[in-house]
T-cell receptor
Framework: DTGVSQNPRHKITKRGQNVTFRCDPI?????LYWYRQTLGQGPEFLTY????????KSRLLSDRFSAERPKGSFSTLEIQRTEQGDSAMYLC??????????????FGQGTRLTVV | AQKVTQAQTEISVVEKEDVTLDCVYE???????LFWYKQPPSGELVFLIR??????QNEISGRYSWNFQKSTSSFNFTITASQVVDSAVYFC???????????????FGKGTKLSVIP
């Protein structure tokens, strides 16, 4: 396992269409995060999974966004009825936890979404 | 609420010059982690360092060094003898260190774009 893998790398979609992104974390990592990064900004937290449980969601995550992590392995992020404002880089990260401690998060290369 | 400020939006240096990237943070947590990540044009965030708030010792790794000063809430990053390959956007970030229910989400600054000119 060489790191966090995200697919696709690039996605162009028409406004109103649905899109789904996939993230495969580092295999031994139980924590998985989704972030969104717009041009010229730092990544912003969207949601977090510990194993298969989605434990936290940012207010940035509107009802059109849904994320899953079945079986605590890979995760998918779906955006329904895309809007131009959804255009951004979507980054996935994973980390391990040991008790109440957390290791550093490792990021994938991201999926760049362009809504036209 | 947590906040990370990177006041330098863009910096240009000539190769072999030293450069310092500033990071100032705000948090109510008594224990926390500070991070630096590098984002080259390919887009992937590359982990550089994590620092525990208990440990104020400066750290050096090759041409990279970090200066953590809790008194001024700063965690600055210096690249010595910069190289063209150092050109990237650098992000400072902050997270909780210990929490039974916390997600340890990272709060990022807006980043500093470093251009190293040959």
């Amino acid at each position: 396992d060489t790191g966090v893998s995200q697919n696709p790398r690039h996605k162009i979609t028409k406004r109103g269409q649905n899109v789904t992104f996939r993230c495969d974390p580092i295999s031994e990592h139980n924590r998985l995060y989704w972030y969104r990064q717009t041009l010229g900004q730092g990544p912003e937290f969207l949601t977090y999974f510990q194993n298969e449980a989605q434990l936290e969601k940012s207010r940035l995550l509107s009802d059109r966004f849904s994320a899953e992590r079945p079986k605590g392995s890979f995760s998918t992020l779906e955006i329904q009825r895309t809007e131009q404002g959804d255009s951004a880089m979507y980054l996935c990260a994973s980390s391990s936890s040991f008790g109440s401690m957390n290791t550093e998060a490792f990021f994938g290369q991201g999926t760049r979404l362009t809504v036209v | 609420a947590q906040k990370v400020t990177q006041a330098q939006t863009e910096i240009s240096v000539v190769e072999k010059e030293d450069v310092t990237l500033d990071c100032v943070y705000e948090t109510r947590d008594t224990t926390y982690y500070l991070f630096w990540y590098k984002q080259p044009p390919s887009g992937e965030l590359v982990f550089l360092i994590r620092r525990n708030s208990f440990d104020e010792q400066n750290e050096i790794s090759g041409r990279y060094s970090w200066n953590f000063q809790k008194s001024t809430s700063s965690f600055n990053f210096t690249i010595t003898a910069s190289q063209v390959v150092d050109s990237a956007v650098y992000f400072c970030a902050l997270s909780e260190a210990y929490s039974g229910a916390g997600s340890y989400q990272l709060t990022f600054g807006k980043g500093t774009k470093l251009s190293v000119i040959p």
